[in-house]
């Protein structure tokens, strides 16, 4: 289609769109292409969308600040983003669309359910067209304010509240010395809120020596702004820095929740070049928990009062939300053990049901009862790091008790995988004689891919996906982590503690979105339940990839802070690998092909159950292969192993 035609389309629909009061109003087309894959006919659209949105409504008065932000003539608050937009050239093979919400700023869906890569050529990026052969159009908005504006980033244009006063904060974990830190979370994120020069004087800086040790004032003279206010300078040595300082002219950050939620409502509004009739949200890890946060303050009922999306994809979100909607927030702020310490992430309510605190009495839960016409149909899929490094377990349980996912919820537990897939060449020795290894290469993508194929066969069709697969307290794969024990012959001493979830008290106007205790006042700490695991080490519950259910070398969710700054408390995101003794691998299996046939014998039992594709059985196949050859790269056995903790056959 001629580029001038596409574009008059395009704005004849949105102001079709305008005329019926939807937010989003307007917007520019910068580039159309079309191209082929596995004979399917697409065009990729990019350029940027442009918003306009009431404060007056009702669907957007839980956006903090937004009251006070400037207004355009018609008295509407305005922010722009930039899409891109990968769909079927024939509009009758839309099914639907998967939106995926940009975890600061980089696109995932394509490497996670097509198995593309991030190589500049479209066809190699596109993998092998998974979302495409469901019908599912592929839609990314920019939301969030703190990303860089270039041609490979989703962002977003946010507005500002110029007067406004307050108090940032920034930390920091070094394992080694520095001379300069920044006041942005990470080097792709920018420093929206530099110092407020006028009054630096009131900034202060701490250090501590471990996550809950006390704060020991660092001297003003030990340490000074740069220029620019957007980093500090000084003699940085190990240790937990903290820093509380003035900041001004906070940005509506909540506007990012809105833009996804007015994205969907206009993609599945009438006489639009991108029309479907039904929206699923994907978000990951950071974007898991916008999602999650998205849906505990009632984003997904547009200012229309129609449903935003029909089904959301949550991975590795665990219990937390974050910081997306509130004064001077920092949406790439997230907390782990030994990093982000205390933001609004891993605070209650966890569960979708409500349930009371015992430390507030508030009975809280995700979704709210009076907001059911809005629920979506869900999907939370977290790996086994989660557990241990997101508070996962406090999503289906309070206190002891088990809590079930409502009727619109699925409930996934990848085990012992973890946060992400490690490419094997990534993987470093810890001790060699020992076999012990960082990085966990479980190619769980197998298992999204499968359930994505579910999701959208649940939100297009009706067709109900597998029932929740995840640990419980009643049938014993659940533990208290005072209770979790790993097996003995592994030889492995277990996390100081799992990252934990709060009770916090962030001030007396955090209701309106506002921090005043900086940093905040911890009521309680909350430690999660975790997977209890088998005598191999592996998690006994979830979703269980073919090379955990025949087992030649034990795959850990989490791995310890080896030769690091607070060593006996868990690494972010990585888990690791144990090398069994060929002892223990041939006491099972007589040879390589043996094995394999195990493998491809665990492999189609997967198919069977839902939780691999057919057309992935040679994947495992490949990646089984590549775990004997380098299980078996070890010296020859001396003896033979027959303690019952090493023999008896396969698992399953």
């Given at each position: 289609?001629?580029?001038?035609?596409?574009?008059?389309?395009?704005?004849?629909?949105?102001l079709?769109?305008?005329?019926?009061?939807?937010?989003?109003?307007?917007?520019?087309?910068?580039?159309?292409k079309?191209f082929t894959?596995?004979?399917?006919?697409?065009?990729?659209?990019?350029?940027?969308?442009?918003?306009?949105?009431?404060?007056?409504?009702?669907?957007?008065?839980?956006?903090?600040?937004?009251?006070?932000?400037?207004?355009?003539?018609?008295?509407?608050?305005?922010?722009?983003?930039?899409?891109?937009?990968?769909?079927?050239?024939?509009?009758?093979?839309?099914?639907?669309?998967?939106?995926?919400?940009?975890?600061?700023?980089?696109?995932?869906?394509?490497?996670?359910?097509?198995?593309?890569?991030?190589?500049?050529?479209?066809?190699?990026?596109?993998?092998?067209?998974?979302?495409?052969?469901?019908?599912?159009?592929?839609?990314?908005?920019?939301?969030?304010?703190?990303?860089?504006?270039n041609?490979?980033?989703?962002?977003?244009?946010?507005?500002?509240?110029?007067?406004?006063?307050?108090?940032?904060?920034?930390?920091?974990?070094?394992?080694?010395?520095?001379?300069?830190?920044?006041?942005?979370?990470?080097?792709?994120?920018?420093?929206?809120?530099?110092?407020?020069?006028?009054?630096?004087?009131?900034?202060?800086?701490?250090?501590?020596?471990?996550?809950?040790?006390?704060?020991?004032?660092?001297?003003?003279?030990?340490?000074?702004?740069?220029?620019?206010?957007?980093?500090?300078?000084g003699?940085?040595?190990?240790?937990?820095?903290?820093?509380?300082?003035?900041?001004?002219?906070?940005?509506?950050?909540?506007?990012?929740?809105?833009?996804?939620?007015?994205?969907?409502e206009?993609?599945?509004?009438?006489?639009?070049?991108?029309?479907?009739?039904?929206?699923i949200?994907?978000?990951?890890?950071?974007?898991?928990?916008?999602?999650?946060?998205f849906?505990?303050?009632?984003f997904?009922?547009?200012?229309?009062?129609?449903?935003?999306?029909?089904?959301?994809?949550?991975?590795?979100?665990?219990?937390?939300?974050g910081?997306?909607?509130?004064?001077?927030?920092?949406?790439?702020?997230?907390?782990?053990?030994?990093?982000?310490?205390?933001?609004?992430?891993?605070?209650?309510?966890?569960?979708?049901?409500?349930?009371?605190?015992?430390?507030?009495?508030?009975?809280?839960?995700?979704?709210k009862?009076?907001?059911?016409?809005?629920?979506?149909?869900?999907?939370?899929?977290?790996?086994?790091?989660?557990?241990?490094?997101?508070?996962?377990?406090?999503?289906?349980?309070?206190?002891?008790?088990?809590?079930?996912?409502?009727?619109?919820?699925?409930?996934?537990?990848?085990?012992?995988?973890?946060?992400?897939?490690?490419?094997?060449?990534?993987?470093?020795?810890?001790?060699?004689?020992?076999?012990?290894?960082?990085?966990?290469?479980l190619?769980?993508?197998?298992?999204?891919?499968?359930l994505?194929?579910?999701?959208?066969?649940?939100?297009?069709?009706?067709?109900?996906?597998?029932?929740?697969?995840?640990?419980?307290?009643?049938?014993?794969?659940?533990?208290?982590f005072?209770?979790?024990?790993?097996?003995?012959?592994?030889?492995?001493?277990?996390?100081?503690?799992?990252?934990?979830?709060?009770e916090?008290?962030?001030?007396?106007?955090?209701?309106?979105?506002?921090?005043?205790?900086?940093?905040?006042?911890?009521?309680a700490?909350?430690?999660?339940?975790?997977?209890?695991?088998?005598?191999?080490?592996?998690?006994?519950?979830g979703?269980k990839?073919?090379?955990?259910?025949?087992?030649?070398?034990?795959f850990?969710?989490?791995?310890?802070?080896?030769?690091?700054?607070?060593?006996?408390?868990?690494?972010?995101?990585r888990?690791?690998?144990?090398?069994?003794?060929?002892?223990?691998?041939?006491?099972?299996?007589?040879d390589?092909?043996?094995?394999?046939?195990?493998?491809?014998?665990?492999?189609?039992?997967?198919?069977?159950?839902?939780?691999?594709?057919?057309?992935?059985?040679?994947?495992?196949k490949?990646?089984?292969?590549?775990?004997?050859?380098?299980?078996?790269?070890?010296?020859?056995?001396?003896?033979?192993?027959?303690?019952?903790?090493?023999?008896?056959?396969?698992?399953e």
């Open positions: 289609m001629d580029k001038i035609k596409y574009f008059l389309l395009c704005t004849l629909a949105i079709f769109s305008a005329n019926a009061n939807a937010a989003l109003v307007s917007q520019t087309v910068t580039s159309t079309t894959i596995k004979g399917i006919k697409l065009e990729a659209i990019s350029g940027e969308f442009n918003f306009a949105f009431d404060p007056k409504s009702a669907a957007n008065q839980v956006i903090v600040d937004l009251d006070k932000a400037p207004r355009n003539g018609k008295g509407m608050v305005e922010a722009k983003a930039n899409f891109f937009i990968i769909q079927h050239q024939d509009p009758k093979l839309r099914k639907g669309a998967l939106v995926e919400v940009s975890n600061r700023g980089s696109k995932a869906a394509l490497r996670y359910f097509n198995l593309g890569d991030n190589s500049s050529n479209q066809l190699s990026a596109m993998g092998d067209g998974l979302i495409q052969e469901l019908g599912l159009s592929l839609i990314w908005v920019g939301w969030q304010g703190d990303v860089p504006k041609n490979d980033t989703m962002h977003a244009t946010l507005p500002r509240v110029a007067g406004i006063t307050g108090y940032a904060r920034s930390d920091w974990t070094l394992d080694s010395s520095k001379s300069l830190l920044s006041l942005a979370h990470h080097d792709n994120i920018e420093t929206i809120y530099p110092v407020d020069f006028d009054k630096q004087s009131d900034a202060w800086l701490t250090k501590r020596m471990g996550r809950d040790n006390l704060r020991s004032i660092v001297p003003r003279s030990k340490w000074q702004f740069s220029s620019d206010g957007k980093m500090i300078a003699d940085f040595q190990p240790g937990v820095y903290e820093l509380v300082y003035p900041a001004k002219d906070p940005m509506v950050i909540g506007l990012g929740l809105a833009i996804i939620r007015d994205t969907a206009y993609v599945k509004s009438a006489n639009n070049p991108y029309q479907v009739s039904k929206t949200a994907f978000g990951v890890s950071q974007t898991g928990r916008f999602l999650r946060h849906l505990y303050q009632g997904n009922e547009t200012e229309l009062g129609l449903k935003a999306f029909d089904g959301m994809y949550i991975h590795t979100a665990g219990a937390g939300r910081s997306f909607n509130h004064r001077f927030a920092q949406p790439s702020r997230d907390a782990h053990r030994m990093s982000a310490f205390y933001y609004p992430t891993d605070v209650f309510p966890f569960t979708s049901a409500r349930v009371r605190s015992a430390i507030t009495n508030k009975k809280l839960g995700l979704l009862r009076h907001h059911q016409d809005f629920y979506p149909k869900i999907f939370y899929t977290n790996t086994g790091y989660e557990y241990w490094g997101r508070a996962a377990g406090l999503i289906h349980s309070h206190d002891i008790y088990d809590i079930a996912p409502l009727a619109n919820e699925r409930i996934y537990h990848i085990a012992s995988a973890q946060h992400f897939v490690e490419q094997t060449k990534n993987m470093v020795t810890i001790n060699e004689s020992e076999g012990l290894f960082q990085g966990n290469p190619n769980f993508k197998l298992h999204l891919r499968a994505l194929s579910h999701m959208s066969n649940w939100v297009v069709d009706d067709i109900s996906p597998p029932k929740s697969n995840y640990p419980k307290y009643y049938d014993q794969t659940l533990t208290n005072s209770h979790f024990q790993l097996p003995k012959w592994l030889n492995m001493e277990k996390p100081f503690k799992p990252h934990t979830a709060y916090i008290d962030y001030g007396d106007t955090w209701d309106a979105g506002i921090i005043k205790n900086q940093p905040p006042v911890i009521l700490e909350i430690i999660p339940p975790v997977p209890k695991v088998d005598n191999n080490g592996h998690e006994i519950s979703i990839h073919p090379l955990v259910k025949a087992p030649i070398a034990t850990f969710p989490w791995m310890l802070r080896h030769n690091k700054f607070a060593s006996n408390e868990i690494m972010n995101f888990g690791g690998v144990k090398k069994w003794p060929k002892s223990r691998i041939l006491n099972r299996y007589a390589k092909k043996s094995y394999l046939n195990h493998v491809n014998k665990m492999t189609l039992k997967s198919v069977a159950e839902g939780w691999i594709l057919a057309r992935d059985v040679s994947r495992v490949q990646q089984g292969s590549w775990l004997w050859q380098w299980s078996m790269d070890q010296p020859e056995p001396i003896f033979a192993v027959t303690d019952k903790s090493t023999s008896g056959g396969a698992e």
